[in-house]
Each structure stands twice: as structure tokens, then as C-alpha cells.
């Protein structure tokens, strides 16, 4: 089955700092991805995906996220954190089974903490 | 890209007792989702709801727990079933678009 691993639970970093949120997937074939942001008490907010085509995806809200496929990674990343970005963060694979209507398995989540 | 209602947001309910959530897409979408968060977890897929056909459930989850349908291309419910305290979680629903996925913003269940 398709999967993706979130290796941290938490990722602390100061405003204005870069971010990186680590992803690394685990697929037969291509995979399709997905980066999801949850805040508290609120639904699911897509931030971006790649497909297919350039390895640099860029998304809402100043993120992206770079697919590399010798590493299997997709990791999120943001030039300049704000507090506002204070939240819960969730990678996600397409997955391929047909019986499964081709749903999203989600990685366990990380914990973005900015700090002013 | 497609909005999806759903409804409740939140509900207390009686060990016992059976909730119904609903779910509203805008546009008609030919598969949905329905998925469980547990209180710090990740989600977890229960089902995948096909217009016309029953539910497919995953490892762990039964149809008599968690009863779903699909009358039309842009609606969908799940129940949940003789509730106990462990069923405490937000249930959300999800639709592919594309080669895109929008959720609906979750129903927080609590059960007491």
C-alpha cells in the first residue's frame, strides 16, 4: 500500500526562520501528494499536491514543497515562518487501490510551534 | 474546486445512541470519503462511498457500526451506531475533485 511517514511529531521554529515540515513517502509507481494544514477546531486545508512535472511545488500561503525522488521525499517548506502558521500539518499519498476509491493515506501529522 | 457541508460540527451524545452525519457537496462528485480523527491521531479511512453501490469498509470498520449512503453524486451520511465512549472522535467527509481532495470541516463527536 501507499504510505507516507512524518518522522517528527513537533517542528519549533522562530518567526521570520525558514521551515521545513519532513515528509518521505513509500509507493509503487508514481505517487501523488498532498500537503494538508489543520488548525484547532477547524476542517482540513489543502496546501498543495504534486502530480507530476517540476519537482518544486509551490502552494497557499507562501508554502512549498520540493518532490525528491531518490530520497522519496516531499518535505513542506516556507522561506520566513509567521506565528499565523501555528498548526498541525499532514502528508498524504493517493492511494492506488482500486477498492479504496483511490483515497488519501495520511502520515501521523506534525506540530508546527512559531514563536514570536 | 468542490465545497463540501457538513453537519453537525459538534454533538454530546448518550452511550448507546446512534449520530447521523451529513455531508453536502456543490457539485457532483463520483466518490467520497469518510474518515476518523482520534484525539491527537492522524485520520484513518473508514469507508469509501460509491453513488449506487454499498460502501466499502476498511480493516477495523463494519457496516452495522457505521452504516453509510449514497443516495446521489453529492450526498452522503455516515452513522454512527450504539455510540460508546471510545467512538469520541471528528468524523470527516471527503471528496475527490480531480486530482484533488476537499474535506468537510468535521463533526466532533463526544460521546458520554
Known amino acids: 500500500a501507499q504510505s507516507v511517514a512524518q518522522p517528527e511529531d513537533q517542528v519549533n521554529v522562530a518567526e521570520g526562520n525558514p521551515l521545513t515540515v519532513k515528509c518521505t513517502y513509500s509507493?509503487?509507481?508514481?505517487?501523488?501528494l498532498f500537503w494538508y494544514v489543520q488548525y484547532p477546531n477547524r476542517g482540513l486545508q489543502f496546501l498543495l499536491k504534486?502530480?507530476?512535472?517540476?519537482?518544486l511545488v509551490k502552494g497557499s500561503y507562501g508554502f512549498e514543497a520540493e518532490f525528491n525522488k531518490s530520497q522519496t521525499s516531499f518535505h513542506l517548506k516556507k522561506p520566513s515562518a509567521l506565528v499565523s502558521d501555528s498548526a498541525l500539518y499532514f502528508c498524504?499519498?493517493?492511494?492506488?487501490?482500486?477498492?479504496?476509491?483511490?483515497?488519501?493515506?495520511f502520515g501521523k501529522g506534525t506540530s508546527l510551534l512559531v514563536t514570536p | 474546486s468542490a465545497v463540501i457541508s457538513q453537519k453537525p460540527s459538534r454533538d454530546i451524545c448518550q452511550r448507546g445512541t446512534s449520530l447521523t452525519i451529513q455531508c453536502q457537496v456543490d457539485?457532483?462528485?463520483?466518490?467520497m470519503f469518510w474518515y476518523r480523527q482520534q484525539p491527537g491521531q492522524s485520520l484513518t479511512l473508514i469507508a469509501t462511498?460509491?453513488?449506487?453501490?454499498?460502501?466499502?469498509?476498511e480493516s477495523g470498520f463494519v457496516i452495522d457500526k457505521f452504516p453509510i449512503s449514497r443516495p446521489n453524486l453529492t450526498f452522503s451520511t455516515l452513522t454512527v451506531s450504539n455510540m460508546s465512549p471510545e467512538d469520541s472522535s471528528i468524523y470527516l467527509c471527503?471528496?475527490?475533485?480531480?486530482?484533488?481532495?476537499?474535506f468537510g470541516s468535521g463533526t466532533r463527536l463526544t460521546v458520554v
Open positions: 471527503s471528496a475527490e475533485v480531480g486530482y484533488g481532495y476537499t
Open positions: 509507493v509503487s509507481g508514481n505517487p501523488y
Open positions: 504534486y502530480i507530476t512535472g517540476d519537482n
Open positions: 498524504a499519498v493517493r492511494d492506488m487501490k482500486s477498492n479504496s476509491g483511490y483515497a488519501l493515506n
Open positions: 457539485s457532483q462528485v463520483t466518490m
Open positions: 462511498a460509491n453513488q449506487g453501490s454499498e460502501a466499502t469498509y
